[in-house]
């Protein structure tokens, strides 16, 4: 017979069949020997794990790493490795070069503030004026000045002011 | 004297326990192991034959569990309840091997039954008259859902209390009420259903 149950079983008086099933499979005893030969799996499991295991010179129990030159050849093991990870990434690195010419974008202008199409002339000096000489009259005289002496009156002329 | 580098070095470097000290606790942890094994490893079995239904495979699936045990040695002082933690661990071990295996457990065959089952006292009809009642009750408990079939299996187990399935499974102690509530509905309209059709 069935102790008590603790799981809710118990109340029931009508038991299905299918929780007596399942209870009498739960109760099937198990086989004999079972906990020696897990037992031996379990040392024969810790026994390969210990040749995976640190040689015993290297074991932490040997204080190994007290040495200090184990010491410090690790440390300098240790620094090159970073300086040397380091320096392997540090040419590969591109600057982007500064821009030599600032290109401003274009902007439209905005409505109201256009120019209409006007264009803008510069201001810029008149040339010289040259007063027209009658014909026949001073040809001579003028060929003549225009060697020796400038007219006093053309001069004044050139210098006129725009 | 030290110089100040060195100094450093050896306070980074240095570990503490001792070899005498890891013995020791090593020896302790093996013996606390073989005593888990000698206290629950009857327990997992039938936990596992109940899933597994087949003795090679659940006896595969307890040695199983206690490798892991062995692996995480190291937190075995932190687990409160380790009953209910083993059947965890081989709960999922066989979960997950009867998820990979998908095959037909071996005790369906009647005549396996026959031979697992106690007899009581029986005659050869009967025990095969019982074998093959047990063996369609368990064909319909094959056919429920996940988590009403789970249930079920664990709450045949007298030493598990309602709590305890339901730290097995992760889930609420209401989670296993309702749950075994609707996986026996569904077992008598299962039955009812494979009575009537016969």
Same mark, same amino acid.
């Given at each position: 017979m069935n102790p008590p149950r603790e799981n809710g079983f118990a109340g029931r008086k009508e038991a299905p069949d299918a929780e007596e099933t399942l209870r009498l499979i739960a109760g099937l005893?198990?086989?004999?020997?079972?906990e020696e030969r897990v037992k031996r799996s379990l040392r024969m499991d810790s026994g390969g794990a210990k040749v995976m295991e640190w040689p015993a010179e290297f074991t932490p129990g040997q204080r190994w790493t007290q040495g200090p030159w184990v010491r410090c050849a690790a440390a300098a093991a240790i620094v090159l490795v970073v300086a040397g990870g380091s320096w392997g990434v540090y040419p590969h690195r591109q600057t982007t070069p500064a821009p030599k010419a600032t290109v401003l974008p274009h902007i439209p202008a905005a409505h109201g503030f256009e120019n209409a199409n006007a264009i803008r002339t510069p201001q810029t000096l &008149?040339?010289?004026?040259?007063?027209?000489?009658? &014909?026949g009259t001073g040809a001579k005289t003028s060929q003549k000045n225009t060697k020796s002496k400038p007219h006093a009156g053309a001069k004044a002329a050139g210098n006129q002011a725009p | 004297m030290m110089s100040a580098g060195q100094s450093v070095l050896t306070g980074w470097m240095e570990i503490a326990p001792s070899a005498v000290h890891d013995q020791t606790r090593r020896e302790a942890e093996e013996q606390a192991l073989a005593a888990l094994v000698d206290q629950y490893a009857s327990t997992l079995y039938r936990v596992a034959f109940s899933v597994l239904r087949n003795s090679a495979d659940a006896e595969d699936a307890v040695q199983e569990a206690f490798l892991r045990v062995l692996r995480h040695r190291d937190s075995l002082g932190e687990v409160r309840d380790h009953r209910v933690w083993l059947v965890r661990i081989v709960w999922n071990i066989v979960?997950?091997?009867?998820?990979?295996?998908?095959?037909?457990?071996?005790?369906?065959?009647?005549?396996?039954?026959?031979?697992?089952?106690?007899?009581?006292?029986?005659?050869?009809?009967?025990?095969?008259?019982?074998?093959?009642?047990?063996?369609?009750?368990?064909?319909?408990?094959d056919r429920l859902p996940d988590k009403e079939r789970e249930v079920m299996v664990l709450s045949a187990f007298e030493e598990l209390?309602?709590?305890?399935?339901?730290?097995?499974?992760?889930?609420?102690?209401?989670?296993?009420?309702?749950?075994?509530f609707r996986a026996r509905n569904l077992m008598a309209e299962l039955l009812n259903h494979s009575r009537s059709s016969r």
């Open positions: 005893p198990a086989p004999r020997g079972l &008149q040339g010289p004026v040259v007063k027209k000489v009658p &014909q | 979960l997950d091997r009867k998820r990979r295996a998908k095959t037909r457990p071996e005790t369906d065959d009647v005549n396996d039954l026959a031979r697992v089952l106690p007899a009581n006292g029986l005659s050869a009809e009967q025990r095969t008259a019982a074998a093959q009642h047990h063996a369609h009750v368990l064909a319909c408990v209390s309602s709590v305890e399935i339901a730290s097995v499974l992760n889930i609420t102690e209401s989670s296993v009420r309702s749950r075994l």
